[in-house]
């Protein structure tokens, strides 16, 4: 197939290294073909394009690896049976000596009358080596990445430990006082129910004595009516028994005044014809009622009847 590219680009199997740029943490990639503005390499996950990867691979060959910094330019979906997806960089920041390495790895390769077997050969101690200082960078930083994760774990997790002690302190704290608090709460509920029953009692009570001072307010009234009444017909008796006793008197007065008219005529009848052929004395009360031998009026001006 005729090459459209100006730069050469040589198919290059390698293993590598990336790590995308917002994470530090390496991964293991492959590295298909390489040429001076960027590579194929095959990542674990799916980038979009203009985000940043920075790779490390081995130059066959040499001794010494390239580390360079690419933005994908292109990138294809997870293939069936692949595990990795394919993406297109286009380098963007390179050590000037590592561009210099590549510019003389892909110039080097360029002629064909340099010995293959010898290439191959030297390409695979090379990338072994490569791949062992790789590896041993990478397990290095990883193992030291690894420690200091755990310890920010194991930090982490007493810290944590620690915040779950003090929050089921906290929690049996809050359980006491929530259960005192449901106590209180059911002792005042039934202080409430009894203090309503007693609400209710006082108020049936109270329209029992509203009732009662309507019934004392009416008694009073009437009351009241029957005391003028009674006190109109005392007044009445009292008239009466006034009258009564006036006429009373009038009639003691005159049955005496009778009594005493009958006993002297009889004392006259029973007297001898001397006395009454003297009479005594003419009194000037002739005609009158003569009561305990006196008369009960006073004496008359009047001249004595002729004898």
């Known amino acids: 197939m005729q090459e459209r590219r100006i730069t050469i680009r040589l198919e290059h199997p390698a293993r590598a290294h990336y790590c995308p740029a917002d994470d530090l943490l390496p991964r293991d990639g492959r590295l298909e073909n390489l040429s001076e503005r960027g590579a194929k390499v095959w990542v674990h996950e799916a980038h979009r394009r203009g985000e940043r990867i920075t790779i490390t691979f081995p130059l ?8 360079a910094t690419g933005t994908v330019h292109w990138s294809s979906k997870r293939l069936l049976g692949r ?7 286009e380098w963007r920041s390179m050590d000037e000596r590592a561009r210099q390495r590549l510019q ?49 774990l194991g930090g982490a997790v ?13 929690e049996e704290v809050l359980r006491a006082e929530l259960d005192m608090a449901k106590g209180q709460l059911d002792a005042t509920s039934r202080e409430i129910a009894q203090l309503d029953g007693q609400a209710r009692e006082l108020e049936t009570l109270l329209g029992s004595l509203t009732q009662d001072v309507g019934r004392v307010q009416r008694s009073y009234a009437q009351a009241q009516q ?23 008197t009038l009639a003691e007065e005159l ?18 014809a001397t006395a009454l052929r003297a009479p005594p004395p003419w009194p000037g009360n002739f005609g009158f009622v003569i009561r305990d031998g006196r008369s ?5 001006t009047a001249a004595d009847p002729p004898s």
């Open 226 to 248: 029957e005391r003028r009444a009674l006190a109109e017909q005392l007044v009445a008796l009292e008239r009466n028994r006034a009258e009564l006793i006036r006429r009373l």
């Open 83 to 89: 595990p990795r997806h394919a993406v297109g960089l």
């Open 60 to 67: 066959q060959g040499t001794d010494s690896l390239v580390t």
């Open 158 to 170: 007493e810290q944590r430990n620690m915040v779950i002690g003090t929050l089921s302190q906290r």
């Open 296 to 300: 009960t009026i006073p004496p008359s």
């Open 104 to 152: 003389e790895f892909l110039g080097g390769d360029r002629w064909p009358g340099a010995p293959a077997k010898r290439r191959r050969r030297t390409g695979v101690i090379v990338l072994a080596l490569g791949a062992a200082v790789v590896g041993l960078g990478v397990s290095a930083r990883w193992t030291a990445g690894l420690m200091d994760h755990n310890r920010r």
């Open 255 to 272: 049955r005496l005044a009778v009594r005493e008219a009958i006993e002297s005529r009889q004392a006259l009848r029973q007297a001898p």
